[in-house]
């Protein structure tokens, strides 16, 4: 990698960050970037479905099963527009379920950079399998 597409990743990333605020989710933010040719085509933060009360958990502070992840709202706004993924980066906060990774593969974006690792590695392992570019970077958010 390049220190020019390493600075702009780390930029991105930031952006991502700064866009997870957006979520109304009270236990975790996450925010998404689709980039294609340095230009940001998608974004997304997790969140209810449009027309639903932004609350993320129930009473015992538990995520709601219909909440949407960043990823996915950013790779579904896409299919409402006239912009497509083949070849993008994603820049995510947080490090992929499964279920996000094969929305990911599917969408036909091919680098992946995030920020968080989680627990469950299970979507970045069916991400590298896909043949897709992962990379964890630490970003200090006071950049």
Same mark, same amino acid.
């Given at each position: %990698? =390049? ?11 930031? %952006? ?7 979520? &109304? ?13 340095? %230009? ?8 209810? #479905? ?14 709601? #099963? ?12 896409? /299919? ?8 993008? =980066?994603?820049?995510?906060? /947080?490090? #992929? ?16 950079? &995030? ?20 990379? &964890? %970077? ?6």
């Amino acid at each position: %990698m =390049t220190e020019k597409q390493r600075k702009l990743d780390e930029r991105y990333l930031r %952006m991502a960050r700064i866009w997870a605020e957006n979520s &109304y989710c009270q236990r975790r933010q996450v925010g998404a970037l689709v980039v294609k040719d340095k %230009m940001i085509i998608s974004d997304g933060y997790n969140g209810t #479905p449009s027309g639903f009360e932004n609350v993320c958990e129930d009473d015992n502070n538990v995520t709601k #099963p219909y909440v949407l992840h960043a990823e996915a709202n950013a790779i579904t706004k896409l /299919a409402r527009s006239n912009n497509n993924s083949d070849g993008a =980066t994603i820049y995510i906060t /947080a490090s #992929p379920c499964i279920e996000c990774a094969k929305l990911i593969i599917q969408s036909g974006i091919k680098r992946v950079v &995030y920020g968080e690792k989680y627990r469950l590695t299970d979507g970045i392992d069916l991400l590298k399998r896909a043949g897709i570019e992962v990379i &964890y %970077m630490e970003v200090n958010s006071d950049k």
